[in-house]
């Protein structure tokens, strides 16, 4: 029997904890008594806990009376892990994970495990909302923008919320096979493996800065003006700047060629109206500025691992 322990703290979001708690509980059902998982929840403060929904959920244990081995100790997100204070969880979370054969995180749990010095030099992924607040928070971690969970040697970590649920099922296809996770999923209503990434839901670029530079003004005009051909040359005219010079200060300060904003924008614009309008393909293309549907098709599924039709589906 494999021991699976979920932590709980003020400010927790319940579908981080009862989407993985579903998953391995289900999957009892079609296990011997001998393979199946054994859950129980840790608080890091009192028994009752209040989520950051406002419900109260009770803990089998706090820290002093908890066990701190298991087959896999999972920490999920919500506002309490990365606002909180975590004084008092830290020691027992890093002596945990020294004595547990598995260990990872669901959405924004992976603030929790980096403040305890768990993510450094790790591959880690956390909402696609937090990737960049994690980046910064915690520099030594290797942090993935676009996978809905990345699978590091003993550590796991998983993008938003029902992520938890994804993570969790490859968990169990990995422990007991595909055939009793296919037969989980089924019962949840949820595919073994999504199409695609957090890059789904992700917009491809930040928001671009309002205050009045050179760049910024050379990325309005190209967000105003997706239909037609932008070029890096066009693009430098707009900032007052010679070609190679404005390339160096783009990719200087966001990071992006100008041509991947550009690309990313197109997308973005496509999306949208995917999302929100029943406009044929054709003119999602024109309108976003690719030249064709195929172009369109192939953009979206280099970035997106999903069809432009798929998309709509999905999200229209």
Sequence with gaps: MKNVAILLFPEVLMLDVAGPIEVFSLANRYLAPADQYRICTISSTEPTVRASNGLCMLADHVLTDAPSQFDLLLIPGGPGAYNGEHAE???WLRDAVATSRRYGSICTGAFLLGEAGLLDGRQVTTHWNYTERLAK???NACVGTDQIYISDGDLI????ITAGIDMALAILAED???QV???VAKVLLVATKRQGGQA???PMLAEVAREE????RAQHYALENLEEDLNVERLAGVAGMSARNFTRVFSRETRLTPMEFVQGARIDRARNLLETSDLPLKTVAYRAGFRSVRCMRVRFNDRLGLTPAQYRHQFG
């Design 89 to 91: 969880l830290l020691p």
């Design 137 to 139: 928070r915690f520099p």
């Design 157 to 160: 970590t998983s993008g938003g």
């Design 176 to 178: 007991h096979g595909k």
């Design 181 to 183: 996770a296919v037969s």
């Design 200 to 202: 789904q839901f992700s």
């Design 213 to 216: 530079s050179p760049v910024s």
